[in-house]
């Protein structure tokens, strides 16, 4: 009797592996496309947040820095689009 319900274990342990291996194929894109959603969505926020600085900013040098990476920003997220 031990047999059988290890024999369905073994089964079930095959099945599963089996399940995992299909998934497997398809994860990477979806991964891929997960990262770069995560990506963009970065960029977006350090462009709200340099836009906040650069409003609230006051000295030169400085601003000119937040402008810079503003530029930065801007032309990766125009990567990311296309």
Known sequence: ????????SVESQIEDAAARRS???AAPQ????TLQQARRRA????LVRVRGEL???SNARFR???EA???HLEAE???HSS
């Open 77 to 79: 997220l125009r990567k």
């Open 55 to 57: 409003s609230r900013c």
């Open 64 to 66: 000119a820095l937040l």
């Open 1 to 8: 009797m031990a047999r059988g319900w290890e024999s369905k």
């Open 43 to 46: 960029l977006e926020l350090d």
């Open 23 to 25: 998934r497997a194929g």
């Open 69 to 71: 990476e503003l530029r």
């Open 30 to 33: 979806k991964q891929a496309e």
